[in-house]
Structures are given as structure tokens and as C-alpha cells.
Nanobody, 122 residues
Framework: VHMVESGGGLVQAGGSLRLSCAAS????????MGWYRQASGKSREYVAG???????YYADSVRGRFTISRDNAKNTLYLQMNNLRPEDTAMYSC?????????????????WGQGTQVTVSS
């Protein structure tokens, strides 16, 4: 599965950004798409995920501010990020896997994007 992100950029604290991730390839092999982020010097964090069954997951750090959605007709995943904080600054990557949205369940990753940088200034 090939995935390409877009929509990152520089925004002031309190602002909004919408990330997009266009997926192509063997999409029938996956049932979950999601967003990860990695800040400089920190480990990768699972931010949000959505399954074909309609289940979603949000990390506590973004719940209530971020919204994940997907357009199946366009094979595109979105992440609407509102009320951004400086601690949201990171490289955001989309991923596709077979499994569940639950962060504690095993995931068979089938594709990763190259990432898009989000920088939030204070």
C-alpha cells in the first residue's frame, strides 16, 4: 500500500490544520488506517486510527481536538487538528494495517507514508 501525506505546515498555537493521506495499491488487504507522529528526540506516538467497521481511536493527548475521517471513494484519510499546541509539533505519518484500532492489539502494517511536518509556534 502506497501512502502520501499532505497538509502539514507552520501554524500558531490555537490554530488548525487538516492533514490528508492518499492511499493506493492493495487496499483490500487492510482494514485500519491511522496517524502516527514523532517529535524530535521522542518515540513515535499513535495519534488516531479508524477501521472499516467504524471504530476509532484517539490518544489522550489529542482527544477532543483532533478528528480522524476517511473518504473511501477517494481512498483518502484525513486528520483535522484544531486548537493546536506547541507540543503537537512533530512529523506526522499515515499508516495502513490489518488488525484493529486498539493500540495494544498486534498490527500487520502494510504501508507507511513519508510524513508531513507540523510545527506549532507559541
Amino acid at each position: 500500500v502506497h501512502m502520501v501525506e499532505s497538509g502539514g505546515g507552520l501554524v500558531q498555537a490555537g490554530g488548525s490544520l487538516r492533514l490528508s493521506c492518499a492511499a493506493s495499491g492493495s487496499l483490500s488487504s487492510i482494514n485500519v488506517m491511522g496517524w502516527y507522529r514523532q517529535a524530535s528526540g521522542k518515540s513515535r506516538e499513535y495519534v488516531a486510527g479508524t477501521s472499516t467497521g467504524g471504530r476509532t481511536y484517539y490518544a489522550d493527548s489529542v482527544r477532543g481536538r483532533f478528528t480522524i475521517s476517511r473518504d473511501n471513494a477517494k481512498n483518502t484519510l484525513y486528520l483535522q487538528m484544531n486548537n493546536l499546541r506547541p507540543e503537537d509539533t512533530a512529523m506526522y505519518s499515515c499508516a495502513a494495517w490489518s488488525g484493529s484500532v486498539d493500540p495494544f492489539d498486534p498490527a500487520d502494517f502494510r504501508g507507511w507514508g513519508q510524513g508531513t511536518q507540523v510545527t506549532v509556534s507559541s
